[in-house]
């Protein structure tokens, strides 16, 4: 009997402690962005977002300040960018607008069950995606000439937590609860939102940055501007 229960702690204590997978984005390296040269002549650029009030929104568009920011080309980058302000203090206005969409997986029943079985939550894992459209408008200010893109990225990742692994205990009841959490469990998991952002953040606001300098400068009037 004692040592029933003493299995039963030790069981009870993994499931509480150790089941838990850190966020891994499986594709992360494909998503790679060099850094690219400045320009010799860089211009000056303001930068606003009506998605900055959005909690969540607003950590993808400081990934992307902070990325232009260091990028070096840029003579001066004023964010938040307000007209009423700032007019005539820049040369280019842009405004970003990121639509995040995230989604479970229907394979994730299978980790949760019979996965349970080998603790599979905990060392595999949960699979989810993201998919972040990123919209930008470019708007050259004195010539009031603008040009919008749509910077579309797909991430995978997995993660695992114990909001969800704690299902595992089915080892003591027969597999009843990892069966029922496996059917939940192929949905999003919001909680982890905070913890994706973080680890795609420099990825992504390179990517966007990389595509918003190159689409700046590829643009004739920016070679006008720099002459000025």
Not at 75 to 93: L, M
Not at 125 to 154: R, W
Not at 155 to 182: C, D, M, Q, S, V
């Amino acid at each position: 009997m004692k040592l029933k229960f003493t299995l039963l702690f030790l069981l009870i204590t993994f499931c509480f402690v150790g089941c838990a997978h850190k966020m891994d984005v499986t594709n992360i390296r494909s998503h790679f962005s060099p850094p690219i040269a400045p320009p010799k002549t860089p211009i000056k650029i303001g930068i606003k977002s009506s998605d900055d009030a959005v909690m969540e929104k607003s950590k993808y568009i400081s990934a992307i300040v902070d990325a232009i920011k260091r990028s070096g080309s840029f003579e001066k980058t004023i964010y938040p960018y307000k007209h009423s302000v700032h007019n005539g203090d820049v040369d280019v206005v842009v405004d970003l607008s990121v639509m995040p969409k995230y989604s479970g997986s229907g394979s994730n029943f299978l980790v949760n069950w019979p996965g349970f079985l080998i603790f599979a939550p905990a060392f595999w894992g949960y699979g989810y995606n993201a998919d972040i459209a990123t919209m930008v408008n470019i708007t050259f200010a004195e010539q009031n000439i603008s040009q919008q893109i749509a910077v579309p990225l797909q991430y995978k990742f997995r993660h695992a937590a114990i909001n969800r692994t704690w299902t595992e205990i089915g080892w003591l009841e027969f597999g009843i609860i990892p069966f029922i959490g496996g059917i939940a469990f192929t949905q999003y998991d919001p909680k982890i939102t905070p913890d994706f952002i973080s680890s795609i953040s420099t990825s992504y606001g390179a990517s966007i940055s990389n595509k918003i300098i190159e689409t700046i400068y590829s643009n004739p009037v920016a070679e006008l501007v720099s002459k000025k």
